[in-house]
DNA sequence: AATGAATGAGCTTTCATTCAT
DNA sequence: CATGAATGAAAGCTCATTCAT
């Protein structure tokens, strides 16, 4: 009834896609969602859904930006823990915390990892946020003076991320926090030596 | 010995489809792969594909059963050891062994590990695997009397999940030995108490 | 009154659609048919076909829908006629009236009649009419004082159904209304007793 | 173990061909029988069937051949009955076994009419064999001092033929031998004249 | 006589995207 | 801003038929 736009900021319809496509590619992966699956369950059409995005790819590496923005915010904040301990922990409730309200997202993140085609243009950003995230903690177990920091910040990244991709694939049965919890006791663990070298082949 | 034959044996063509398979789904994921695709980089033609193999999905399968077979093997061998902590070893060091030298399986794998439409006749495999590494390391960390065995094993298992996603995502880059045989040294360190509990939302 | 269009109204192009398919599955039957047959037959592509129609199948059945529609009314129109024997002469002559007007539909009507495959979704609009048209002359027959008025009905339907097949199979060189003519006159003469009992065999 | 001939003559092989043939035609139609689906019906392979005819037509035609000369000869037994009514109704009662004993020709026979692209060889026989049938029954009620003998016979030809579909298509429902006599003494009941010409149109 | 292997042609259907209105 | 119409490309798959053995 206001005279002034019946319809929504531009801003909005792009969110209000966004979200639509984040539910339809979480539910049936990036190539099984339709252009018109996406602007349905958005309750628009397909030409439509053009006049807001270029193309599908560019739906999702909106979607990428989106919560990368996300990740890099809260991850700051984090950051900004002086204790390094603490700054450990809160590093990974906060990521705990992260997937588990944007489960969605992190389907559809997971789902196109392998996906060459589909990654070429993410490929940048996803491969930049690893690099911050292992620099991060490489940094972290280094003010914490434990050995080979690198290899253990690599190792964390890859305990969080196959534990974040087994909660999202069952959110009800995995219990997300206990595993969080020691993760977190592992890190702060004095290092031991190797006890076997890899066997001659 | 064996003549030469213009028909090959039918067992013969079929492994080299799944080969050829294998490197397509590798390169462009499964749904990117058309039939096709997978006939040419065998050498034939589509129809033939279906003379081998009733459907692409079929096909898929198959290549989840061959590799299924040689991880169970491989397992299996491994967890003979009579040592808790060698069999440990072993464990990580055959599972790195198998990734490292079918690494297009995998990232075949994990690249359908969210694509419920696909995964249908596969899951059920794919959960007794993980489900038997699961029990696998619980009881062996049970073994160790470490404490919480299963919460250790699941984080061990997410661990060698995304490190091996690491991996499979840069082979060259990636420092695979030292990152298993940290994941090793921490898998057998005692336990600590846990830090921090997770903060109040 | 209405302007060229360069689109046309949705239903000008789905009954456009329905006249060509009917013409194509007339000429080569409904499996003979392909859909690119039959979007070419109507001047447009596959692809656009199917903006107007789900499935090849389901443009059968909107063909059934219209032309049982079309026989309901008539058949309708023609059993108010009050005196029985005129009722059943008006019946025959606009079934036939309505056969020689729409020969395609009933060629392509004949043609999926052994077809189970094809008529599943179908099978209920025709059942039903056959059994209208059997408890509509049962009634007429009964109404005229006729013994065995089902059984009656029964071989005149057949006489109908074998004949409009005739007619159709060489429309041109089949005496319909000589035929028709005859059909009517037989059904509305007195029973005979019947000479002859079945051989025993 | 007899030294002569470990297979069957050639007659039996395509006799049994043939039948599966018959079957599988009966069962899904003749464009839904694959010429595979027949081989495996009768426990060969596809190529082998090709050694017996030259052609999935060529076997459809080898079974309207075989019916057709099934039904010539019972129709020449039975058109030397003497007596015309005798004759007649020995006619009808042979065609209606003939029907009933060869259901699944009669159902592949009634299937493939109107599918131009599949009778084109067939339908010199096919024509030639109703052009009897119409040529002897208007012989007969020529015999019998009926009026306009063609028109009986083509009506009488009208009746059988959507009898007989009638029949085949349920066949445990249908009252074959009721409707039969009916016809048969329709067929000798003296002449009426025409109640009711066409309407104009 | 018998068969596995092989293929060209073609099927129905879906999709991302564009265009005219 | 919004949409129905339109399409080229390609998908998975089936088939009648042939060929080499």
Redesign the interface.
């Known amino acids: 009834m206001s005279p002034r736009r019946r319809h929504a900021h531009s801003a909005d319809v792009r969110a209000h896609l966004m979200d639509a496509a984040l539910r339809v590619f979480a539910r049936?992966?990036y190539?099984?969602a339709s252009v018109r699956d996406i602007a349905a369950e958005a309750g628009l059409t397909a030409p439509l859904l053009y006049h807001y995005f270029p193309s599908k790819k560019a739906l999702l590496q909106a979607l990428f930006e989106r919560s990368g923005a996300l990740v890099m915010s809260a991850f700051a904040q984090a950051a900004a823990v002086p204790d390094p301990?603490?700054r450990l922990?809160?590093l990974l409730?906060i990521s705990a915390?992260i997937v588990r309200e944007h489960q969605d997202f992190w389907?559809v993140s997971?789902?196109v990892?392998?996906?060459?085609?589909?990654l070429d243009d993410l490929a940048v950003g996803v491969a930049a946020q690893s690099a911050l995230f292992v620099q991060l903690f490489t940094a972290l177990f280094t003010e914490l003076g434990q050995p080979?920091p690198q290899?253990?910040a690599?190792?964390l990244?890859?305990?969080?991320?196959?534990?974040f991709?087994?909660y999202v694939?069952d959110p009800d049965g995995y219990?997300l926090?206990?595993?969080?919890?020691?993760?977190?006791?592992?890190a702060?663990?004095?290092?031991?030596?190797?006890?076997?070298?890899?066997?001659a082949?």
């Open positions: 049936k992966g190539d099984g301990r603490e922990a809160a409730w915390r389907r997971y789902g990892r392998f996906q060459r085609a589909v080979a290899v253990r690599r190792t990244f890859a305990t969080l991320d196959g534990l991709q087994h694939l219990p926090d206990d595993v969080i919890s020691h993760v977190i006791a592992q702060l663990s004095p290092p031991q030596p190797p006890p076997l070298s890899p066997p082949e």
